[in-house]
């Protein structure tokens, strides 16, 4: 589904109505995994008239912050944030990668320093600059003994490869622990991989929500988000409302979930 926006407002109508979606909601309807693409900073800061599309990924990368507040208060347990893909480490321009990487580290050093927030960097490290790198482990550090929101951040990700570095790590283990290809080959599941991927652990995200209007994957999530409900919103990342994530909970919470059936 599409959600079209319409004025900014924040004044006395936008908070009754922001208190009417709230009360549509109950504990059992919320999601318990929510991953986010946010997409359209670029687009953003150049329909702004900003100086560089870096100030289009800093306003995105508040917004993301301000978007788990809003998760956390309305008692989601995990949430995914799609912030740079494996691809865009070789794509982007180099000084437009330089700002994001430099805006990643400091959104997730923020998020870290949240009371009760736990920060897990997911996809690969090697490939990312190393500061990168090093404060994405220290905000996992940091965090790891925490309770609270768990926080995903899909860093230097992509979909297929967490795939395959699952399916290495099984390879890896089984031969460990003395045992043939034949017999893995035999014996591998689904439950398995899914145990072997950057997520493990965690359950698969109940709903996807894309900025932007765009309506495609991007290669996020594609093993875990194969029965997941989708939203799209119209909105630019940062332009994002709550009443837009309040729409989109209240919609997820309509629908008959099917897996697949």
């Known amino acids: 589904m599409t959600a079209t926006r319409s004025g900014e407002g924040r004044g006395f109508l936008y908070r009754l109505y922001s208190s009417h979606l709230r009360r549509q909601l109950t504990d059992a309807t919320v999601p318990h995994h929510v991953a986010m693409m946010i997409d359209g900073n670029r687009r953003w800061a150049r329909q702004a008239g900003l100086a560089t599309v870096a100030d289009g990924h800093r306003a995105g990368a508040a917004k993301m912050h301000e978007f788990l507040r809003w998760c956390d208060a309305l008692g989601i347990r995990v949430v995914s944030l799609y912030l740079l893909s494996h691809d865009n480490l070789r794509k982007r321009d180099s000084q437009e990668l330089s700002d994001l990487i430099e805006i990643i580290a400091e959104l997730a050093d923020e998020l870290s320093l949240e009371p009760g927030w736990r920060v897990q960097h997911v996809g690969r490290s090697t490939g990312l600059p190393p500061e990168l790198a090093r404060v994405l482990a220290d905000a996992e ?121």
């Open 141 to 261: 550090g940091r965090t790891r003994g925490n309770t609270g929101l768990h926080v995903n951040l899909a860093v230097g990700y992509g979909g297929r490869g967490e795939i395959v570095d699952a399916v290495r790590s099984i390879i890896t283990q089984h031969q460990r622990d003395g045992g043939s290809l034949e017999e893995l080959a035999a014996s591998l599941t689904p439950e398995q991989i899914g145990e072997h991927l950057y997520t493990g652990g965690q359950p698969d995200p109940d709903l996807v929500i894309r900025t932007s209007g765009e309506q495609r994957l991007s290669d996020f999530l594609l093993w875990q988000s194969a029965h997941s409900e989708f939203y799209f919103v119209e909105a630019l990342g940062p332009d994002l409302r709550e009443v837009d994530f309040l729409r989109a909970i209240r919609d997820y919470a309509t629908r008959d979930r099917r897996y697949g059936g």
